[in-house]
């Protein structure tokens, strides 16, 4: 008499105990998933406390030295390209893609962020290179990266970035392109910490 054959199926009080820990363990990836784009910031901001870059929250303190000092290169012109990303109902952008600059000479940019979400909202800006050498050449005098930022309902604001770059430059380097990913993160910076930067509706600022 032939042996019975196995179907693979498992009984069914099993089953069920396996379908529960199958769940529970994919709801838990979910919220891990859910949380990280809130934690990343804090996460990355630590990584740079050890590490020794500080990019989140220290400014350069002798940039502004550095810019007053230094002689302008005008033999040499440089690219330097802006781009910008956002993570959440955010809008954010250069009001220009790109500037041709003189080593040495001090430059003043703007970025529009847009408010989309009908509450109030805080953020943080994450600046990173191309190619990744022109970073340490890259001397920022004033930065809304420097610190959480934080915008009211619908609001539109227009944050200057003021740089110079190094003359020491490799003169292989012709083109800079400098990428902001601008996070949205839990918890509202005073509000006081941000006087001069203009405020309108983004109704009123046209998209």
């Excluded at 502004?64 to 302008?72: G, L, S």
């Excluded at 009001?95 to 909202?121: C, D, F, I, K, M």
């Amino acid at each position: 008499m032939a042996e019975p054959t196995s179907t693979g199926a498992a009984p069914g009080p099993l089953r069920r105990r396996i379908n529960r820990l199958t769940s529970g363990r994919l709801l838990v990836i979910a919220v891990l998933m859910f949380g990280f784009g809130f934690a990343m910031v804090p996460i990355y901001r630590k990584i740079c406390e050890v590490a020794g870059i500080g990019v989140l929250t220290q400014r350069d303190v002798e940039a502004q030295d550095f810019a007053r000092n230094t002689q302008v290169d005008r033999t040499r012109k440089v690219v330097v390209e802006f781009d910008a990303n956002s993570r959440g109902a955010w809008q954010f952008k250069p009001q220009e893609r790109s500037v041709e600059v003189h080593p040495g000479e001090l430059v003043t940019v703007v970025y529009s962020l847009v408010n989309t979400q009908p509450r109030a909202t805080a953020g943080q800006a994450i600046p990173s290179y191309a190619p990744e050498v022109s970073g340490r050449y890259f001397r920022k005098i004033e930065c809304f990266c420097f610190k959480q930022q934080a915008l009211e309902a619908n609001e539109t604001r227009q944050f200057p970035v003021v740089f110079v770059v190094d003359p020491k430059l490799p003169a292989d380097v012709g083109t800079i392109t400098l990428s902001y990913t601008f996070f949205e993160v839990g918890g509202l910076p005073p509000r006081a910490a941000e006087s001069g930067a203009p405020r309108t509706t983004a109704g009123a600022a046209g998209g």
